[in-house]
């Protein structure tokens, strides 16, 4: 069901409006640091996910850290806690998956930062988390398995 088919299907107030997610956040991909060079990855303090933490809902515990040095010369940004962030890629049922931040953290380019500015974080968290099937399919062809 499309969100259009979605809304038609209630009996929304008419003061409700339907609008864009890039109206209501800031959105931005993370970056890995490379993983060659031990000075962005030994010692570091820096919380950082890989696409996976968004299995676990609410993300209160970091995949990995980094070193503030790898947040200086890579492209890892730091993501505030209240954020959500969805992954772009990944196996099974990880790409389209959301997750909310307790945590402010660094993240992969696997995986896209939605910054709420004029939405609660836990509302816009449940609705994404709603439209996974939607999500998964405009994020790529989905065909059904023919085992003909």
Do not use: H
């Not at 996910?49 to 990995?64: C, F, K």
């Amino acid at each position: 069901m499309t969100t259009a088919e979605l809304l038609a299907a209630y009996n929304l107030p008419s003061a409700w409006k339907q609008i864009r997610l890039r109206w209501l956040s800031k959105r931005y991909a993370g970056g890995t640091p490379d993983t060659k060079n031990p000075d962005y990855w030994v010692g570091g303090t820096v919380p950082w996910l890989n696409s996976g933490a968004v299995n676990q809902g609410t993300i209160t515990v970091p995949s990995d850290f980094i070193t503030e040095l790898a947040v200086k010369e890579s492209s890892a940004k730091w993501i505030p806690t209240g954020a959500l962030v969805m992954a772009l890629a990944g196996q099974g049922k990880t790409k389209a998956t959301v997750g909310y931040l307790e945590i402010p953290t660094t993240g992969n380019q696997s995986l896209a930062a939605i910054v709420p500015e004029q939405i609660e974080g836990k509302y816009l968290y449940w609705w994404l988390a709603s439209q996974y099937r939607t999500l998964r399919n405009r994020a790529g062809r989905f065909e059904p398995r023919n085992d003909r």
